[in-house]
């Protein structure tokens, strides 16, 4: 069952403190962006974040700019302990579907992390995997590793959307990112859908 943090974790690594004191010195967040959206792969990314390389700024990715969420990735990176980005495409979402395409993209990721975590913190949803986990209500907004990892899949993702733009140009994806936006079913009314489109 999810644990709903309270107020006094709102993106302050407190919670990752918590942990690390009880013995978990390697606490992994993760978190996946593209859900919702109509085109191409969802990604997650999963960070350990370093308690002695803090990255000042995190937050939830929907509360920063681009151009903030773009400079708070190359800090991240720079910064982790460990790192990773995974995605699945989306012949796989229309195969599973996009909650289990969801959980098995934040899998991926988190299998990628060398080293591993001991310990996952998760946005709103649990994974297949051996090590103990929470998963936090809103925890982009409220557990700095799992916003650092919003950063991360969110920036991987908004950079696939601008390449694909270059093969799509018809769509509008680089500005809409293949959300559901007005322009995007107009797009998808005139032109039909792509191969990489979500059905």
Known sequence: ???????????????????????????????????????G????????????????????????SPERREELAERIRARAVSWAVAEVDA???DR???YAASRLAMKRALERLQPPANYLLLDAMRVDLPAPQRALI??????QSIAAASILAKVTRDRAM?????VYPQYGLAR?????????????ERYGPTIEHRF
């Not at 792969?41 to 920063?64: C, N, T």
């Not at 601008?162 to 270059?166: F, G, N, V």
């Open 96 to 98: 599973i579907n996009i």
């Open 1 to 39: 069952m999810p644990l709903r943090p309270s107020r006094s974790l709102r993106c302050t690594g407190r919670l990752e403190r918590q942990l690390r004191q009880t013995g978990f010195s390697l606490v992994a967040g993760a978190d996946e962006a593209g859900r919702g959206s109509l085109f």
């Open 138 to 143: 809103r925890g982009d907004a409220t557990c």
């Open 162 to 166: 601008r390449e694909w733009d270059a």
């Open 176 to 188: 809409h990112k293949g959300y559901p936006t007005a322009e995007h079913l107009q797009a998808l």
């Open 91 to 93: 012949r796989v979402i």
């Open 41 to 64: 792969a969802v990604f997650a990314a999963a960070v350990i974040l370093s308690e002695e390389r803090p990255v000042p700024g995190v937050r939830d990715s929907k509360q920063l």
